[in-house]
């Protein structure tokens, strides 16, 4: 009797399983970050975050006062963007968790995961251009 019971929650929790899984489209992706500001974490420490603007616009930072502003792409199942400093893309495939984004760094030989840590309506604390002698 236990091992049917356990046999028919594996076969419910099966779909919700394999739905986790699936990366986002750039349509969810975009219904779901435009407006935010997102705070991303990597083993357990801060990483940096992302202001998502309108019309795939957006504002990095490694959280230390100094931004740059770029944009986003999809590129098939990869969500692209493209900074100032840099024009070669990053490319990110993202995942929707119970706890928020997971974000897997695509075109990078070295495996990177980021994990979202927070979200706000805030824009980032940007300092203004560093002015020197």
Known sequence: MIARLLILMALLAAPVMAQDGLPLTPGEFEAYATGKTLTYGFEGQAYGG??????????????????KDGYWYPSGDEICFVYEDDPTPQCWIFYRKPDGLIAQFANNDEYQELYETGESDEPLLCLGPEVGV
Do not use: A, I, Q, T
Request: glycine share 6%.
């Open 50 to 67: 992302e202001e998502y603007l309108p019309n795939r616009k957006v504002r990095w930072s490694f959280l230390d006062g100094r931004c």
